[in-house]
T-cell receptor, first 114, second 115 residues
Framework: DQQVKQNSPSLSVQEGRISILNCDYTNSMFDYFLWYKKYPAEGPTFLISISSIKDKNEDGRFTVFLNKSAKHLSLHIVPSQPGDSAVYFCAANPIYNQGGKLIFGQGTELSVKP | DSGVTQTPKHLITATGQRVTLRCSPRSGDLSVYWYQQSLDQGLQFLIQYYNGEERAKGNILERFSAQQFPDLHSELNLSSLELGDSALYFC??????????????FGPGTRLTVT
C-alpha cells in the first residue's frame, strides 16, 4: 500500500520557467511533509519541509504548498535552473512516529533544459 | 558531503550469499536509519537504531538484520540473498532519536546487485 505517491516519474522544463512537482498521500496521520533532492551517485539531501498546520512554506526559489483536504502537496521551483535537474522525493512523517522514520514517494526525475 | 559514509559503494554477489553493509554516521549523531530503494521505488524504511538500541522497525525481512555498535557505526546484514534484494541501500543519521524529520542526513548508498 503506497501511502505517498508521486504519479509523474519524470518532468522536463525549460530553464527559467516554473517546475511543479506533485505528491499525493492517502493517510491523514502525517504531521510533516518533506522534499528531498537526489543527484546520481549521491544520497538524498533535504530541500524543504512543511508542517501539516501550514499550507505554504517558501525558501528562496522553492515553495511547497499543502492542500490537506485534497491530500496533495506540490513543490514549485521558480525560476528553474539546469542545476535543479535531479530526482525529487516527497516524504511524510507519521504523527505517531517516535523514531523519525519517513515514508517516501517513488520520486520524480526533473530535467531542466537550457 | 553529508558526513555519512557507507561502504562498500558497490557489491555484486550471488543468490544465497550473505553480505554486510556498513555505515558511519555524522560525528555526534546518535541515530542511524536504513532505507532500501528498489528499481522505480521510493525509499523504503527498514530499521532505525538510537545509541545502540533498536528504535523503530519498518518492512525489514527476517533475512535482514542490523545492529549499531558502541562507536555508533551500524551494519546491515543481508542473508540468503535473492534476486529481488538487488537495490540501493541508504543509511541516514540524525542527532536525536525522536526525529525532527529534516534532521536526517543520508549517505551516498551501497548498490547491491544479486546475480
Amino acid at each position: 500500500d503506497q501511502q505517498v505517491k508521486q504519479n509523474s516519474p519524470s518532468l522536463s522544463v525549460q530553464e527559467g520557467r516554473i517546475s511543479i512537482l506533485n505528491c499525493d498521500y492517502t493517510n491523514s496521520m502525517f504531521d510533516y511533509f518533506l522534499w528531498y533532492k537526489k543527484y546520481p551517485a549521491e544520497g538524498p539531501t533535504f530541500l524543504i519541509s512543511i508542517s501539516s498546520i501550514k499550507d505554504k512554506n517558501e525558501d528562496g526559489r522553492f515553495t511547497v504548498f499543502l492542500n490537506k483536504s485534497a491530500k496533495h502537496l506540490s513543490l514549485h521551483i521558480v525560476p528553474s535552473q539546469p542545476g535543479d535537474s535531479a530526482v525529487y522525493f516527497c516524504a511524510a512523517n507519521p504523527i505517531y512516529n517516535q523514531g523519525g522514520k519517513l515514508i517516501f514517494g517513488q520520486g520524480t526525475e526533473l530535467s531542466v533544459k537550457p | 558531503d553529508s558526513g555519512v559514509t557507507q561502504t562498500p559503494k558497490h557489491l555484486i554477489t550471488a543468490t544465497g550469499q550473505r553480505v554486510t553493509l556498513r555505515c558511519s554516521p555524522r560525528s555526534g549523531d546518535l541515530s542511524v536509519y536504513w532505507y532500501q530503494q528498489s528499481l522505480d521505488q521510493g525509499l523504503q524504511f527498514l530499521i532505525q537504531y538510537y545509541n545502540g538500541e533498536e528504535r523503530a522497525k519498518g518492512n525489514i525481512l527476517e533475512r535482514f538484520s542490523a545492529q549499531q555498535f558502541p562507536d555508533l557505526h551500524s551494519e546491515l546484514n543481508l542473508s540468503s540473498l535473492e534476486l529481488g534484494d538487488s537495490a540501493l541501500y541508504f543509511c541516514a543519521s540524525s542527532e536525536s532519536g525522536t526525529g525532527i524529520p529534516y534532521e536526517q542526513y543520508f549517505g551516498p548508498g551501497t548498490r547491491l546487485t544479486v546475480t
